[in-house]
T-cell receptor, first 115, second 111 residues
Framework: NAGVTQTPKFRVLKTGQSMTLLCAQDMNHEYMYWYRQDPGMGLRLIHY???????AKGEVPDGYNVSRLKKQNFLLGLESAAPSQTSVYFCASSYSRGGVYNEQFFGPGTRLTVL | TQLLEQSPQFLSIQEGENLTVYCNSSSVFSSLQWYRQEPGEGPVLLVT?????EVKKLKRLTFQFGDARKDSSLHITAAQPGDTGLYLC???????????FGKGTTLSVSS
């Protein structure tokens, strides 16, 4: 099993450009998440999904959109990239969303730089 | 607002030393998780603690959940260079929809 995979691993954008980050999981998990990680800020939740066709806002959703058209995929879109979106982006998935069974499995991350 | 505060933020020690990392909050959590993140990789779950006062051991790592379920600690005995990484604690948000993460403790163990 590959677990959680993310593409691309690295990307450099110019301000105003758009891009989509792809996350795929092969564990049949219902719940999927997108985080950003910045120095000194820890992991902050951008958007999450509790099942195919559903999405919800997290702590820092502005400037991002998401889609969950298939259970195994969770896409994160930046419509007009800004330098403040320079960060490392992590996707995660989990079997449940509470209690002892909400272990989150993380992908390897995408390092995005916006110039 | 639920917050998880971790201390210390950075820790640099020699191989063989013992250390303790803390995760504190003013909120009660149903459970807390500890993750370790190595450079260039995503976090990986180490343990979940559920019961107040619970102690779990994972080889040289000992995890404790506070009696009031507001805090947790991670103690490493005889640290090794392989323990180097970012240690994150996490707990369910009030809505039970997602995890809240602390900012992490960066541990560096030199030989």
């Amino acid at each position: 099993n590959a677990g959680v995979t993310q593409t691309p691993k690295f990307r450099v954008l110019k301000t105003g450009q758009s891009m989509t980050l792809l996350c795929a999981q092969d564990m049949n998990h219902e719940y999927m998440y997108w985080y950003r990680q910045d120095p000194g800020m820890g992991l902050r939740l951008i958007h999450y999904s509790v099942g195919e066709g559903t999405t919800a806002k997290g702590e820092v959703p502005d400037g991002y959109n998401v889609s969950r058209l298939k259970k195994q995929n969770f896409l994160l879109g930046l419509e007009s990239a800004a330098p403040s979106q320079t960060s490392v982006y992590f996707c995660a998935s989990s079997y449940s969303r509470g209690g002892v069974y909400n272990e989150q499995f993380f992908g390897p991350g995408t390092r995005l730089t916006v110039l | 607002t639920q917050l998880l505060e971790q201390s210390p933020q950075f820790l640099s020690i020699q191989e063989g030393e013992n250390l303790t990392v803390y995760c504190n909050s003013s909120s009660v959590f149903s459970s807390l998780q500890w993750y370790r993140q190595e450079p260039g990789e995503g976090p990986v779950l180490l343990v979940t603690v559920v019961t107040g006062g619970e102690v779990k051991k994972l080889k040289r790592l000992t995890f404790q959940f506070g009696d009031a379920r507001k805090d947790s600690s991670l103690h490493i005995t005889a640290a090794q260079p392989g323990d180097t990484g970012l240690y994150l604690c996490a707990g369910d948000n009030q809505a039970g929809t997602a995890l809240i993460f602390g900012k992490g403790t960066t541990l560096s163990v030199s030989s």
